[in-house]
């Protein structure tokens, strides 16, 4: 034993190593915590002060994985030497109890048995199966060599945790801090509740990319364009989500970006002018017959009116910096319920954030021509809507992510 151990009293900690490697780890974590390491690296510091860390929780889910190595291992690296610059360094282990990764692993085990069972009992298993990897996962935490106070740890589906995270919410809501609205998140249909971004995967995936023409009727657009003719112009989007139309409540040009209003075949068309001759050939337009009737900034087209192509409402030309010319017309179809470029530029217009989709992903039973139709289906009912209407420009599969 070490002076400086002698002069405060402590037990003797050095660990009697074995020759035999295989045994050497067990015994090695046996007598750490007979002899209680953890304590009395915590009683031989604090002449510096102290530092706590709480745990920025890993999901009870699962054996542990590279991830929970790294992260706990700097962990514990951060612990043991701020005690040792004389900071008692308390680390206070913790789990997230919560979400759709233990319902879903939890439903697979039930079967079709969950249907049977009443809200209250499927919570029950899902907090029986988070304590089951809790513990799994600390012995394996404890296999690294992490110490910390593995017997307290705190657990976010305590009922003193929840009830804590329940009061600061209803605080917030007492000062006046909690507001009411609407904003497109991911969502499972299949599992009918939200996702985070981290639980999104994207894979290579082919849709349908249609060009489809918005009426525009209202006589502002002759201020805009001297020949322009109302009663035949139109303006074309393009879009790879063709379901989304039926929540679509703008169009959104770009302010700086020139836009053309040309003609074909006895109909006026509004798109960017860079886009005008891939357009053309996406809509199998001969450009010959492509004639053009004027030009201007999407600024001078602002709140121009246009019609929603087969629903007897406004598509008000909106004005977005996210608008680019990589593809499409640089005139973008705007759902605000469905994308959250297009909820940020509709807030500024004060246009309504509608999705009128239930948690299955089914349209409402107000959605004429859809109701009831799972969004996961309707993009060939949707395209054939705006074709028996006259309004499909183009169409063509594409494969993206």
């Known amino acids: 034993m070490s002076d400086y151990k002698k002069s405060l009293n402590l037990p003797d900690t050095s660990f009697p190593m074995k020759a035999n490697l295989t045994q050497r780890e067990p015994e090695m974590l046996r007598w750490w915590e007979e002899n209680n390491i953890y304590g009395t690296m915590l009683e031989a510091s604090g002449s510096r002060g102290s530092f706590r860390l709480h745990d920025g929780p890993p999901y ?44 879903l692993k939890v439903e697979h085990e039930l079967g ?12 029950r298993r899902c907090r029986q199966y ?16 992490v110490l910390g106070d593995w017997d307290h740890p705190y657990k976010t589906m305590l009922p003193e945790y929840e009830s804590a995270t329940a009061t600061e919410l209803a605080n917030f809501v007492e000062k006046g801090n ?33 060009y489809v023409r918005f009426p525009l009727t209202d006589d502002r657009l002759k201020t ?20 989304t139309l039926p929540s679509n409540m703008a169009v959104a040009l770009h302010p700086e970006f020139e836009y053309s209003l040309v003609e074909y075949e006895g109909s006026q068309y509004v798109l960017a002018t860079e886009l005008v001759e891939s357009v053309a050939k996406a809509c199998g337009w001969d450009m010959g017959g492509v004639k053009a009737v004027g030009t201007a900034t999407g600024q001078q087209l602002e709140l121009v009116k246009a019609r929603h192509p087969f629903y007897d409402r406004e598509s008000p030309l ?49 959605v004429e021509f859809f109701a009831g139709l799972q969004v996961q289906k309707a993009n060939p009912n949707v395209i054939e809507k705006v074709k028996e209407v006259g309004n499909l420009m183009g169409q063509a599969d594409i494969t993206h992510s």
């Not at 994207?202 to 349908?208: F, L, Q």
């Not at 003719?229 to 879009?239: E, F, L």
């Open 224 to 243: 805009v364009f001297e020949n322009a003719d109302p009663s035949r112009a139109y303006v074309i989007i393009w879009t790879t989500t063709p379901w």
């Open 112 to 123: 079709e048995k969950k249907k049977e069972m009443p809200p209250y009992a499927v919570r």
């Open 60 to 103: 009870a889910n699962g054996h542990l994985h590279l991830g929970h190595a790294l992260n706990k291992i700097l962990k514990d690296i951060t612990i043991k030497s701020r005690n040792i610059q004389g900071q008692q360094s308390v680390y206070v282990p913790g789990w997230d109890c919560h979400g759709l990764p233990i319902e």
């Open 318 to 366: 909106i004005l977005g910096g996210h608008v680019t010319l990589d593809a499409g017309t640089g005139c973008v179809h705007t759902a605000p319920g469905h994308g959250r470029e297009d909820y940020e530029v509709c807030l500024q217009y004060g246009i309504d954030i509608y999705s009128p989709l239930n948690d299955r992903g089914e349209y409402l039973d107000s």
């Open 178 to 210: 909690v507001v009411r609205s609407k904003k497109p998140i991911y969502w499972c249909c299949s599992c009918q509740t939200a996702l985070a971004e981290a639980e999104v995967e994207y894979a290579d995936h082919k849709s349908p990319s249609i």
């Open 130 to 145: 988070a304590d089951k990897f809790i513990d799994i996962q600390r012995k394996e935490f404890k296999r690294l060599g």
